[in-house]
């Protein structure tokens, strides 16, 4: 699954208001780009009228979206039970991070500190 990426919220966001072409170039080379439920729900959150809302589903096209077992939010608790308190992992960090782990492919965020503490998270570099 070396050709395998998650992308967190942050890194699509750049994407989408052009502020990086890190996916652009990663799409070139071949790289599947993957999202799940929670960063899907993110984004179109952040959309602020509907045609926000209609060019973020159209970015969102380029991603795969994996689907969440019901193992990933068993793992989720599990981490939020562990570091909620000490670390300080939010819920959707949480959940994206047990995605990643579940299905052992690189986590590509901006936001390291925020998951470096999971056991066994795999943290792209690009």
Known sequence: MSNYVLCDTCV??????????????LQ???????????????????????NELRAIEKKLRSFRLLDMQQVI??????????????QG?????????ATAIYYQIPLFTYNRKDFKFLPEI?????
């Open 12 to 25: 699509i966001i750049d994407f989408m208001n052009e502020r990086s072409h890190v996916l652009n170039e």
């Open 28 to 50: 070139n080379r071949n790289m599947t780009l993957f999202i799940n439920s929670v960063i899907e729900m993110e984004l179109l959150q952040g959309a602020r009228n509907k």
């Open 73 to 86: 939010f068993d793992l989720a608790t599990d981490y939020i039970r562990t570091y909620r308190l000490s």
């Open 89 to 97: 992992l939010a819920l959707p960090d949480a959940v994206i991070g």
């Open 122 to 126: 795999q943290l792209a570099d690009f």
